[in-house]
C-alpha cells in the first residue's frame, strides 16, 4: 500500500504538476495578454480626452492595437464560414479587407468614443488545446457592469484574440451568421456579401 | 369563461414545454440547409420581419426621442433612481424563478438586492446593494422553462418587446401575471402604475443598450438576422452559463 502510494505521488509529483504549472503559467500569460491590450485601449482613451492626441492620431493608435493584437485572418476566415472555401483568392483578401474597414475598426471607432470604462479582469480557463478564454467585467460610468470573454489563440510563443463575446453573445459568431445568411438568400454567391460590405464603406466615406 | 386568460396562458405554457422536441426535428432539418450556429425555427419569418420594421418605427419616433431627454434633461442620479427603483420591483420575479431553476446563489443574491435597496436604499431610490458589492440579479420564466430542459418553440418577434421565443414569449406573460406590483394595481384595477413602469423600463433600457443597439442596426448586413442570432445566444448564455459556446459550436460544424 505505501508503495503503490509512493509511486502515486512520484507520478502526480513528476508528471502532473509540470503539465498543471505549464497550464497555469499559460492561463497567467493568457490573463496578462489580454490585461496588457485592455491597459493600451484605455491609456489612448483617456489620452484623446485629455486632448493630448488628436482623434486621427488616437484612431490610428486603435488600428494599430487592432492589427498587432487580434488575428484578422483567422477571425476573416471563421466569420465567412464553409464560403471561405468557394471564395477566390480574390475574394478572400478583399472580405478580409473590407471586415476590418466596415466592421472592426468600427467598434475600435465606437470603443473611442467612449469614457471612464472601468475593467476587471477575470478568470481564465483553457476551452481546447489552443484556445483560451479570459474574463473581463467593463463598467461604463453610470451604467451596469457587462461581462467580456476574450478568445484568444496560441500564436508562436504568445497568444492572438480571435473573438470577442459580450454577455455571452460571440461577435464572431453573429457576423458569421449575417454573412452566411446574406450569401445564401443570394444564391451562394460570396460577391453579393463583398457587394454589400463595399456600399457600406461608400457610405462610411461619405459620412 | 373557457377561454379565459388563465386556461389560454396554461395551454400555451404546456405547448411550449412539450413541442420542444417536435420543433427540435424540424430545426436539425433546416441545419442542413443553412449553416447557422444555434439555429432557430422561423416558421413565421414574413411577420417577424414586418413586427421588427414596426419596432424600428417605434423605436425612432418614441423611443429615442424619449431616451434623448431622459439622456440630456434629467441629471445623471434620478436616471441613477429611476433604474434602481424598477430593478428593486422587478427582484420578486427574479426570485420567484432563481427558485424555480434551483439556482440557490441568485435567489439570495435577488433576496440581498431587495431587501437591502427597499429599507437602505429607501424603497430602491439608492443602489447601496451595488455599492455594497451585491452583483445584479437577473432570472425570468422563459429562461426557467429553458432550465427546465424546454426549446424555444420558433423565433418570435414582439411589437415593442422585440426579440422573443414562443417559450420566452409564454415566459413574459407569466411573469407579467406573477409580479406582486401588477397583481396589486390589476386587483385596485389602477392602471397607470403599470404602464408608467412598463415605459420608464423600455426607456431605462434604450439608455442602457442603445448604443449597442444602433452599432448593430448600422454594422449588420441583414439586421433581423443578426439580431435574431444576438437573441439565440444570450438565452443560451442566460441557460446553460459559461458551457454555452456558440464559437466552438460553429468551429465544430
Not at chain 2, 427540435?24 to 417577424?48: G, L, S, W, Y
Not at chain 2, 412598463?198 to 443578426?226: F, I, W
Request: with cysteine.
Amino acid at each position: 500500500m505505501r508503495f503503490l502510494l509512493s509511486v502515486l505521488t512520484v507520478l502526480c509529483v513528476g508528471f502532473v504538476s509540470p503539465v498543471g504549472a505549464a497550464e497555469d503559467a499559460a492561463l497567467s500569460q493568457a490573463k496578462a495578454y489580454v490585461d496588457n491590450v485592455a491597459q493600451q485601449a484605455v491609456s489612448t482613451i483617456d489620452e484623446t480626452h485629455a486632448g493630448k492626441i488628436s482623434g486621427q492620431k488616437a484612431k490610428e493608435k486603435f488600428r494599430d492595437i487592432l492589427n498587432n493584437s487580434f488575428d484578422i485572418p483567422t477571425i476573416a476566415k471563421f466569420t465567412l464560414g464553409r464560403y471561405w472555401r468557394t471564395a477566390t483568392p480574390a475574394q478572400q483578401t478583399e472580405f478580409t479587407r473590407l471586415l476590418q474597414t466596415v466592421i472592426l475598426n468600427k467598434y475600435a471607432d465606437r470603443l473611442l468614443e467612449s469614457s471612464d470604462n472601468v475593467f476587471k479582469i477575470g478568470e481564465a480557463g483553457a476551452l481546447n488545446e489552443r484556445d483560451y478564454k479570459v474574463d473581463m467585467t467593463v463598467t461604463p460610468q453610470g451604467k451596469p457592469a457587462i461581462s467580456f470573454a476574450w478568445r484568444l489563440r496560441k500564436a508562436g510563443s504568445g497568444f492572438k484574440i480571435i473573438d470577442l463575446a459580450v454577455e455571452g453573445v460571440s461577435m464572431s459568431v453573429t457576423h458569421r451568421t449575417d454573412f452566411s445568411n446574406v450569401i445564401e438568400s443570394e444564391g451562394g454567391q460570396v460577391q453579393a456579401l463583398i457587394d454589400a460590405l463595399k456600399d457600406k464603406e461608400s457610405d462610411l466615406v461619405k459620412s | 369563461m373557457f377561454f379565459s386568460p388563465r386556461r389560454i396562458l396554461i395551454a400555451t405554457l404546456i405547448f411550449a414545454t412539450f413541442a420542444g422536441p417536435a420543433f427540435a426535428v424540424e430545426r436539425t432539418a433546416r441545419k442542413e440547409q443553412v449553416i447557422e450556429v444555434m439555429p432557430i425555427n422561423d416558421p413565421i419569418e414574413p411577420f417577424n420581419r414586418a413586427v421588427f420594421q414596426f419596432n424600428k418605427g417605434v423605436d425612432f419616433l418614441l423611443l429615442k426621442p424619449a431616451t434623448f431627454v431622459y439622456k440630456n434633461a434629467l441629471p445623471g442620479f434620478i436616471r441613477n433612481s429611476v433604474s434602481s427603483v424598477l430593478d428593486t420591483l422587478g427582484q420578486p420575479i427574479v426570485m420567484l424563478n432563481s427558485l424555480l431553476q434551483g439556482d440557490w446563489r441568485m435567489f439570495e443574491r435577488s433576496l440581498h438586492r431587495f431587501v437591502v435597496n427597499a429599507t437602505l436604499g429607501l424603497g430602491g431610490l439608492n443602489d447601496v446593494a451595488t455599492h455594497l458589492g451585491i452583483g445584479p440579479a437577473n432570472a425570468d420564466f422563459g429562461q426557467t422553462l429553458g432550465v427546465w430542459g424546454a426549446d424555444h418553440g420558433f423565433y418570435l418577434v414582439l411589437p415593442i418587446f422585440g426579440s422573443s421565443s414562443l417559450r420566452d414569449g409564454t415566459g413574459e406573460v407569466v411573469d407579467a401575471f406573477a409580479d406582486p406590483f401588477n397583481a396589486y394595481f390589476n386587483n385596485t384595477e389602477t392602471y397607470w402604475p403599470i404602464v408608467t413602469r412598463a415605459g420608464l423600463s423600455a426607456v431605462d433600457a434604450r439608455y442602457k443598450y442603445g448604443d449597442a443597439y444602433d452599432d448593430v442596426m448600422e454594422n449588420a448586413v441583414d439586421p433581423y438576422v443578426t439580431f435574431r442570432s444576438l437573441f439565440v445566444q444570450r438565452r443560451a448564455y442566460m441557460v446553460q452559463g459559461n458551457t454555452a459556446d456558440a464559437y466552438g459550436e460553429a468551429e465544430a460544424q
